[in-house]
């Protein structure tokens, strides 16, 4: 970090310069990503005690940190324009006019037990002035340019002394022009309440415990007519505040969910007061990527580049076991091999932790790397027990198991009767190879489609090698085969060609609850391109029926049996579907397909999700890629199927079907409450 004198930091915010630096005595720190309306403020963040005032304090380094406001310099890093004390308030309180702030006493306590020299008191009195300089020279800049500011002071307090509930956030508005800002002081508080912190209740009040008498508000408030200053108190709630032991949980939420808050004042704030009226959420936040997410984003590719589930989980020898069951006439254990593992289990694990995460400032950036390397361990753990007992258990763990709803779609599916036409021609491997090559040249991907024997699937995309692989021997229906390629090209492909094309290769990794997301979203294109049929849908609730059926009984036979003879599979398709969901061990990915589809289109009906494309991403993740994708952090998504904006007409029979079937709720649980919060 750049190291600047008082005069240097305010000459470059008189340019305009965008920079980052502490002052030469490291009493403060300033950051400007760019210039925006807001600027936000801890003035009581630090700890920093001056050596030479160590021997005649009175208080102990713990009861210093009692009174200060730890952490609130982490509430505010990712938000672009941030000036951040580093200093102990029992130096010198910046909260406080320069006549008074060196405390003699705070808190019932005598601070010094020997007085202070002329030269340590004027020391710390010119560390205060210089503060306020470069804030009125903030001030004054964002003003200019335009015409209003808001200055959010934030602060945090001990509630333990008190003897009744205190509010979670607290905005002191004494010194506030009520007549002017009530309505930001009033959808501050409305978005405040709506956070959502893990076992606690959340509250907002104005005036109930501090009433924003602080020196920072009546500084600006005395030479600045056009800015707002929002004194905020935080109750200390994610962390103990008799040991300063912090809470990560809730302190992660807490900052995620403030973060989204701030924004969504800042927007409302700047929308209403300043000159430019369009102003974006992303607006307010900073277009430059923060390094600490490239070096991260970098390690961690280069650590899970390689780690693909369906290579070590599909068996190597189906033909030979397939061959063998038959020949046994269905009574064998089809004993599958498994390719070997070429990592360290215990070596990745700790690499995937000991990347740090914690330097990304932005909360929720920070949040979806630490999902996905949480996620990447536990792949691990499943691809480590693949043909080993555990190996359901991890699956479950990973992918989860049918819920009563998705059981309740699938029967109802079914169930459903007949309405399409079986006289379709069939289509060969060689011509839906054709077909593929065809489309891929008109929507301009470079992509290889081959042919190969050892797939499960009729086709699937290889990411790795940017190639769409289509089973040999295939013999399928026009639309089966009009539906494969718009389901493997227009969505897998697509999203994998997307990916490779960010900055951030956390894309192609793919994000938890990715298989989720990219299938619902193949098989919806399957619907919108008019290819989705009443057989294809009935095929996925097969698949989850099968594995309820796998989970159950934990016997290929028996799987076997309960496809062929209750849902009247031929044996190839029986055979084919029982391996789907016995291999590894036991493999529960195949019910996610019914749900995906259900999350996907009830997404699609109530907003735009064309940017779920940029790469392998999850339907939670939406609310942080959309702003990613409006602060140019990642690319808008080249390819997505066309038919996003004008689907094909289906029959209202299938148009009913799709219609009837629902999510599981959880499957748009993770995040719901950020969502809401920045809504």
């Not at 965008?18 to 807001?38: A, N, W």
Request: charged fraction near 25%; charge should be positive; aromatic fraction near 10%.
């Amino acid at each position: 970090m750049l190291k600047l004198s008082e005069e240097e930091i305010i000459r470059r915010i008189s340019l305009g310069n965008t920079f980052e630096c502490e002052v030469l005595d490291g009493s403060f720190c300033l950051k400007i990503e760019t210039y925006t309306p807001i600027l936000c403020t801890a003035v009581h963040a630090g700890a920093r005690f001056r050596k030479d005032l160590l021997d005649s304090c009175a208080l102990s380094e713990s009861e210093r940190l009692y009174e200060e406001d730890p952490y609130t310099d982490q509430l505010i890093q990712a938000m672009p324009m941030t000036l951040i004390a580093k200093d102990s308030r029992y130096e010198y309180d910046l909260n406080r006019p320069v006549a008074n702030c060196i405390y003699r006493t705070a808190w019932g306590k005598d601070v010094w037990h020997k007085k202070l020299s002329s030269k340590k008191r004027n020391d710390s009195i010119q560390k205060h002035r210089c503060f306020y300089r470069v804030l009125d020279a903030l001030v004054e800049r964002i003003e200019s340019q335009f015409g209003t500011s808001i200055v959010f002071d934030i602060h945090s307090y001990n509630h333990l002394r008190h003897d009744r509930e205190t509010p979670t956030f607290n905005i002191g508005s004494e010194q506030i022009d009520k007549e002017r800002w009530q309505s930001v002081i009033d959808m501050s508080l409305s978005k405040l309440a709506k956070i959502e912190l893990p076992n606690m209740p959340v509250s907002a009040k104005e005036n109930d415990i501090f009433f924003g008498r602080g020196y920072m508000i009546s500084h600006i408030n005395s030479r600045y007519q056009n800015t707002l200053v929002l004194p905020l108190e935080v109750k200390k709630v994610y962390m103990d505040e008799l040991s300063g032991e912090i809470y990560p949980l809730v302190m992660q939420s807490l900052s995620q969910q403030f973060k989204a808050c701030l924004v969504a004042i800042s927007s409302f704030f700047a929308r209403r007061f300043t000159t430019k009226k369009r102003f974006r959420k992303s607006d307010v936040l900073a277009e430059r990527m923060e390094p600490a997410i490239l070096n991260v984003d970098k390690s961690l590719f280069e650590l899970a580049k390689g780690l693909e589930t369906l290579y070590y989980i599909n068996p190597i020898n189906i033909p030979t076991e397939r061959k063998q069951f038959f020949k046994c006439n269905g009574n064998y254990q089809p004993q599958f091999r498994y390719r070997q593992l070429d990592v360290d289990p215990y070596q990745f694990r700790e690499k995937l932790y000991r990347l740090p995460v914690d330097t990304i400032r932005d909360p929720s950036i920070q949040s979806l790397y630490r999902n996905v390397i949480d996620g990447l361990s536990q792949k691990i753990d499943l691809l480590v027990k693949a043909g080993q007992p555990g190996f359901m258990y991890e699956s479950l763990k990973y992918y989860g198991e049918p819920s009563h709803t998705d059981e309740l779609n699938a029967q109802f599916l079914l169930h459903a009767s007949s309405f399409e036409s079986i006289n379709e021609k069939l289509v060969s491997t060689e011509e839906l190879h054709a077909r593929m090559l065809a489309a891929a040249n008109i929507w301009d991907m470079r992509c290889k489609v081959e042919t190969s024997s050892k797939l499960v699937a009729s086709a699937m995309v290889s990411n790795s090698r940017k190639a769409v692989l289509i089973a040999k021997g295939l013999q399928i229906s026009d639309t089966d085969a009009n539906a494969l390629v718009h389901h493997e090209l227009g969505v897998h492909m697509a999203t994998t060609l997307n990916a490779a094309s960010q900055r951030l290769k956390v894309f192609s990794l793919g994000l938890p609850g990715n298989t989720m997301s990219q299938e619902g979203l193949a098989i919806l294109n399957e619907f919108h391109s008019g290819n989705a049929t009443l057989k294809r849908l009935q095929g996925l609730a097969l698949r989850v029926l099968a594995v309820r059926n796998m989970l159950e009984y934990g016997d290929f036979r028996q799987t076997f049996s309960f496809l062929k003879e209750e849902h009247r599979l031929s044996q190839d398709e029986a055979f084919k579907l029982a391996v789907r969901v016995h291999r590894g061990g036991g493999f529960t990915k195949d019910y996610v397909y019914l749900n995906g589809v259900s999350s996907a289109l009830e997404l699609y009906k109530n907003e735009d999700i064309k940017n779920l494309y940029v790469g392998k991403t999850g339907f939670n993740y939406l609310p942080i890629i959309n702003e990613m994708v409006e602060r140019q952090l990642i690319a808008a998504p080249k390819y997505y199927p066309r038919w996003l904006d004008q689907p094909a007409k289906a029959s209202p029979e299938l148009n009913y079907i799709m219609s009837c079937i629902r999510p599981s709720r959880r499957a748009n649980s993770t995040y719901q409450g950020k969502h809401k919060v920045a809504a």
